[in-house]
């Protein structure tokens, strides 16, 4: 039957901070209380991870207000109109490989959290291939349902963080928390540099302004998106410190797994929490993954417009898996995330500001409606 | 083979032709005996065909009343029609003039029209109403006269609630249009009829409430039953399928409903009802996932009841698709979520068992669903019977025979008995069809499995519109206005507003400007 | 034309499920390990491990029909050797039909002899701690003897002696003189910390029962037991590091003697830091309800009260100075966390002492321990004196007086 439009096609400024913070939570918290409590002391990584999110906050801003420049014209063909095409053409090719190593690191880190914690016999790549399947499955649909699956999620994924968190009060120790601010400043630039990869994600709101219907709200949606992540993430991390105190914290590979996997769910109704946790966990690592996947496919058919978009999206499946099965251990993993996290420095955020230095500085009129 | 594509085509084109039936527009003859001549080719003659001749007034003009026996009120034919006519005898006209008087001083029936055309009134007498043509006149008049046999007015079977009306609607469109006007006494409300069917021409009624409803809406769903070319709509669920947005997808996205109340309601808050003639089942659209969980109680009782039910039918609805799903996925993949005593007393049951806990949950839930269509068929005291006797004693054999375990049946009796708390009959029977899908899910890859199949149906579900609006409004998009009517059902007093998602042109529908 | 690619998909999509299903494992095929025993193995091999399998079937049966069957167990333990806990699970797996799965562990108890072994104590954590099945709240204790005569008592009212002993564990709410339970993850912390630390400690007695009471101290740096607390010392260590919920504080002897149920437990530390020495003060404070009164003293009377309250002091101050000076002079380790305390409020004075604290200078042994007691009798239960100690003229003559008043 052929569809008939009066419903929305356009997203609200709060669905765009949803789906940012929606972004923004991913397998990074898994980790990153032992990521940053392996380089500063006591609880003082809290200070590493609230200051990268500060930067963080400040380059969303600065996106956001790129974002309203390219308004409905594109992003390729507004950089176009900055930088010339071509640059603008590589600029759109290091995007596109940025957000397909950002889907593969996801799903490998997926398929490895799933291997240790769900199953024991089921090979990680068969895991891996279900998920990214189901990941095609939601790109291939529309851009907008995307964004109503983060709109759905979220709330499901922050209630159970909450609900972990809360339960873990009867092993928490105030006392693990102290001594105060005893790390020196390497230490929390070190600490900054390893939580970069959980505020990874902000830049979307480049290619989702299009669909925005208020696009001049674009950095505060920014920016609120980066909040709420920042603040989890900070709870988080205090709270792992306060139940496994920084010392044995260093040496748990999920601690955010582990202390689901400790708190006492009242009742005795469920004894290990952290499966229940890691399953509502893939919603959340699903909303960023297919967000990125769409944004590599948007990245591409802006450049070659004549490709349909579910070509995109069966081409672009297999490289995705065979990048995500090339790290051969943790070391190699490790390497990828940091490849990741290379790629967005430079074309997610370095780019991009430079693009709208540029602007600023030629002084040309803004596209937005 | 492309030559017999291409003949295929243009062979079913005259088929279709040949099949549509005369071409439209042939006029009545002035001749009496060429009209009836030409009914009578036409029907062939059946034996329920009533031709009365008969001469009108002083001029001895020739009349004659067509109609079928059967479809006819008797005494409205005989006493309003044919008595005033042979019993008039003034007038010295004939032809049409005479008819035209007949209509106007003669005819004692207050349903008169004029028909000009032999297809109309052929269509006219095939519908029960009865048709008086004269010598000399090239058009007819139809005299209003359907009184065929109708169910009396009873409680819907399948939607009985505790509180509120006990009127369903039947299969007489009149019956069911009159049921709708006692409760809605706007001047706005609108009926429009379309025939549609090549051979059943069967009526379809759009209504809605003109102020109320979207503007682009009402020609859409025109446009989408012009697009019907079928020899029959059997009834309104053929109707349904064809103008569904998707038939791929297992949820219902037109609500079909036999209370008049509801569909009452549902005029209301801005949608529009499309009723079949011969089907009691009205049609209800647009409608999203929140209908699902709406019946017409919730608004007749307490609004802390209503909303606590409501609360119970979404745990329903969550445990009708999952619950045998997460109970092979506990007990199969990942035993330690369950807490240690109960783990071991799940192993100390299971231990004669023969079979794994997945055939075991599929072999059980296809046996309830054999009962449940068997329940269906079968005559009331017997189907009773069976509810129980399957229940209860092959439940009780099967856990004897330890070929099941009393947990499984545990598990598959409060699913099915969840499934039944659903108010929507079409939603309850879609997720039926989606908790097989999330079992095999669960089979293979156990919590992970039913996570990513939960994944899969919010996909779809977040991708699926009916008639345009997204399917789940208002969960997402989000309006905080419908809410509350979602889960919670706002007392009375604060359900000011129609629901965003019919996007009405007249939003306000209550007023506080009286001090209670 | 369409129907092969169709076909194609719907042939990989039914690979995918076919081959399956790998980790479907029936829940009547595993074999539960409840408790885990670690003893020095006779042998060649260093460890004789001892698992404790439930029988799922045992438990169901006893709960249907009590009297019938008594000996179909609930619970059965398996022994072997091994030279590493990986290597004893593999073996066990050769052993029995159901191999071990260790989702649901409760216990891990290491005998005295391996414990007192330099690095044997955490080698042995590490598997435990490794391996994803374990949770870190699973108890461990050290078995007085040997571990497996522990896992082998007879419980009168638990279906398994793993069941009986982990509902011993945790019953510190009723008693001082065993510590609060030590989890796994808590001895991963110590451990990371390389700071000495207690762990609770079993004995099977001959009566077929076991008890829980007094520690075992470990030294942080080599990991090895060094020493054992006594019950009442225990009582003195819970005293001092706060971690009082409940039990029963003795004072006095014969008639004289008051049991103070207590409630609540309050500490506070203070260091003083001026002079050569440096000095902790050790602020204990008790509530509770007087159980059994000293001669049955008349509570209604302030006096009283204080001179019972100053009697528990004195008993608190005698078993916290027995404690400190066992853990000072025996032992020179700090199990009182007063490390911990330096290291969390005064992080610049523990820097300067850390490498001394129980190596090097042994400082712990040399600081001054104060202990300021202080007992709250809140309550003096349902009577206030179950006997009197006038005579019977004189009472009548004391409530006339009272009536007159």
């Known amino acids: 039957m052929k569809a008939f439009e009066y419903g929305d096609q356009e997203i609200s400024s709060a669905q765009m901070a949803i789906t940012i913070a929606s972004i923004l939570i991913d397998v990074g918290i898994l980790t990153l209380p032992r990521e940053v409590a392996e380089v500063t002391e006591s609880s003082d990584g809290w200070i590493s991870i609230a200051a990268t999110g500060l930067i963080a906050i400040a380059c969303a801003w600065f996106i956001g207000k790129l974002a309203i420049r390219v308004g409905t014209k594109g992003l390729y063909d507004y950089s176009a109109s900055i930088i010339t095409r071509p640059l603008a053409f590589m600029f759109m090719l290091g995007l596109s490989a940025y957000f397909l190593l950002f889907s593969a690191y996801e799903v490998r880190s997926i398929a490895n959290t799933a291997k240790q914690y769900l199953f024991e016999e089921t090979p990680a790549e068969v895991i891996a291939l279900i998920f990214l399947l189901v990941v095609a499955y939601a790109v291939s649909g529309t851009r907008i349902g995307l964004i109503r699956l983060n709109v759905l999620f979220l709330p499901m994924v922050i209630v159970i963080a909450f609900v972990v968190m809360g339960l873990s009060y009867s092993i928490f120790h105030l006392g693990d928390l102290k001594p105060f601010f005893i790390t020196d400043w390497k230490q929390i630039t070190n600490g900054m540099k390893r939580s970069e990869y959980p505020f990874l994600g902000f830049e979307t709101v480049l290619i989702y302004i299009s669909i925005m219907n208020k696009p001049k709200d674009a950095p505060k949606a920014a920016v609120l998106g980066v909040v709420v992540p920042l603040l989890l993430y900070l709870l988080m991390y205090m709270v792992t410190v306060g139940v496994f105190s920084n010392a044995s914290l260093r040496q748990i590979k999920y601690p955010t797994l582990e202390l689901a996997k400790e708190v006492h769910v009242p009742g005795e109704f469920f004894e290990r929490f952290e499966s229940m946790l890691f399953t509502i966990w893939l919603l959340t690592v699903f909303n960023t993954m297919s967000m990125a996947f769409d944004c590599a496919v948007y990245c591409l058919s802006a450049l070659f417009r004549k490709v349909k978009r579910t070509t995109w999206v069966v081409m672009l499946c297999p490289l995705i898996y065979l990048i995500c099965m090339e790290p051969q251990d943790n070391v190699d993993f490790d390497r990828l995330g940091r490849l990741v996290c290379d790629f967005a420095n430079v074309f997610a955020y370095a780019v991009p500001i430079l693009i709208l230095l540029l602007s600023l500085l030629r002084r040309r009129k803004s596209h937005a409606p | ?472 409004t208002p969960f997402v998009p989000f309006f905080a206005r419908d809410w509350k009517d979602l889960i919670l059902r706002a007392p009375v007093i604060f359900m000011d507003f129609r629901p965003k998602l019919t996007q009405s042109l007249n939003p306000v529908r209550l007023r506080r400007t009286k001090k209670r | 034309m369409r129907l092969k690619p169709l076909l194609q998909c719907v042939a990989c999509c039914a690979c995918l499920l076919l081959a399956g299903c790998w980790d479907r494992v029936e829940i009547d095929q595993r074999g539960f390990v409840v408790g885990v025993g670690i003893d020095e193995s006779t042998d060649k091999e260093r460890y004789l491990g001892t698992y404790q399998f439930v029988v799922p079937g045992g438990l169901k049966q006893s709960s249907a029909n009590s009297s019938a069957s008594t000996n179909t167990q609930a619970y059965f333990n398996l022994s072997t050797t091994g030279s590493s806990m990986s290597a004893l699970s593999a073996k066990m797996a050769s052993q029995t039909s159901r191999s071990p799965y260790f989702e649901h562990l409760k216990l891990i108890i290491v005998s005295e002899s391996l414990a007192h072994k330099p690095e044997e104590f955490s080698s042995l954590m590490d598997y435990f701690l490794r391996n994803s099945e374990m949770r870190r709240g699973v108890k461990v204790l050290v078995a007085e003897g040997k571990a497996v005569d522990a896992l082998s008592v007879t419980p009168k009212n638990e279906r398994m002696p793993a069941a009986y002993i982990e509902s011993i564990v945790n019953n510190n709410r009723k008693t001082t003189y065993m510590l609060p339970e030590t989890a796994i993850g808590q001895i991963h912390e110590y451990l990371m910390r390389k700071e000495s630390y207690v762990i609770q400690r079993i004995a099977a007695s001959r009566n077929g029962l076991v008890s829980v009471s007094g520690c075992a101290v470990f030294d942080g740096k080599t990991n090895r037991m060094v020493g054992e607390l006594t019950g009442e010392e225990t009582q003195g260590l819970n005293l001092l590091k706060g971690q009082v919920k409940g039990g029963v504080l003795e004072a006095g002897e014969g008639v004289e003697r008051v049991d103070f149920l207590i409630e609540r437990s309050k500490r506070t530390i203070r260091i003083d830091n001026t002079g050569d020495r440096l000095t902790f003060h050790i602020h204990v404070q008790l509530e509770g309800v007087i159980d059994k009164s000293p001669n049955s003293i008349n509570f209604t009377q302030k006096p009283a009260v204080v001179e019972v309250e100053e009697v528990l002091e004195k008993r608190m101050q005698d078993i916290c100075y027995a404690t400190i000076r066992k853990l000072q002079l025996t032992y020179r380790k700090d199990v009182l966390d007063l490390g911990m305390y330096l290291y969390e409020n005064h992080y610049k004075l523990w820097k300067t002492l850390a490498g001394n604290w129980e190596q090097g200078k042994d400082l712990f042994s040399q600081v001054n321990i104060q202990v300021h007691t202080n007992a709250i009798v809140r309550r003096t239960g349902n009577i206030n004196q179950s006997h009197s100690h006038e005579n019977r003229a004189d009472v009548n003559a004391n409530t006339t007086t009272k009536k007159e008043n």
């Open chain 2, 1 to 472: 083979m492309f030559k017999q594509l291409f003949f295929r085509r243009a062979i079913a084109r005259t088929a279709q032709a040949a099949a549509a039936g005369p071409a439209p527009g042939r006029p009545l003859s002035a001749s009496l005996k060429e009209t009836l001549e030409a009914i009578r080719t036409t029907l062939h003659a059946p034996n329920d065909l009533i031709i009365r001749e008969f001469i009108v007034g002083s001029v001895n003009c020739p009349f004659a009343l067509v109609c079928i026996d059967g479809l006819v009120d008797n005494n409205l034919v005989n006493e309003q029609v044919l008595k005033p006519l042979i019993h008039y005898c003034g007038a010295d006209e004939t032809g049409s003039a005479l008819l035209n008087t007949v209509e106007c001083e003669v005819l004692t029936s207050f349903e008169l029209d004029r028909v000009a055309t032999l297809d109309d009134s052929l269509l006219a007498i095939l519908s029960g109403d009865t048709l008086l043509v004269a010598d000399g006149a090239a058009t007819g008049l139809l005299v209003g006269s359907r009184g065929w046999k109708t169910r009396a007015l009873e409680e819907p079977q399948t939607e009985s609630i505790i509180r509120g009306p006990r009127i369903g609607f039947t299969e007489d469109l009149r019956t069911n249009t009159s049921l709708l006007r006692r409760r809605i006494r706007d001047t706005n409300l609108r009926f429009d009829i379309q025939r549609i069917g090549r051979r059943s021409r069967r009526e379809v009624m759009i209504a809605y409430i003109d102020d109320i409803v979207h503007p682009a809406l009402v020609p859409e769903l025109k446009r989408r039953l012009d697009t019907i070319d079928m020899d029959d709509v059997e009834g309104s669920g053929y109707v349904e399928q064809w103008i569904a947005d998707s038939f791929l997808t297992p949820f219902p996205l037109i609500l079909n409903t036999e209370r008049p109340d509801k569909v009452s309601g549902a005029l209301l808050q801005g949608r529009i009802a499309v009723l079949v003639d011969g089907d009691p089942f009205a049609l209800v659209l647009p409608i999203t996932l929140s209908s699902c969980f709406q019946s017409p109680e919730d608004y007749y009782q307490h609004w802390l009841i209503s909303t606590l039910t409501r609360i119970l039918r979404l745990v329903a609805a969550f445990m009708a698709t999952f619950l045998p799903a997460l109970y092979i996925s506990l007990l199969e993949f990942h035993h330690g979520m369950i807490p240690s005593r109960l783990a071991f007393s799940i192993a100390g049951a299971r231990e004669g068992v023969p079979f794994p806990a997945v055939i075991e949950a599929f072999m059980m839930e296809i046996t309830l669903e054999l009962l449940r269509e068997a329940g269906l068929r079968l005559p009331k005291p017997i189907g009773q019977t069976i509810g129980i006797v399957g229940g209860l004693v092959i439940g009780e054999a099967a856990v004897a025979a330890g070929i099941v375990s009393p947990i499984m049946v545990i598990v598959v009796a409060v699913t099915a008995i969840s499934s039944f708390a659903l108010p929507s009959y079409s939603f309850a029977i879609s997720l039926r069809m989606l908790r097989f899908g999330i079992m095999l899910a669960a089979s293979v890859w156990g919590l992970f499995g039913v996570i990513m199949a939960y994944i899969m149906i919010n996909v779809h579900l977040v991708n699926l519109k009916s008639f345009g609006i997204p399917y789940s």
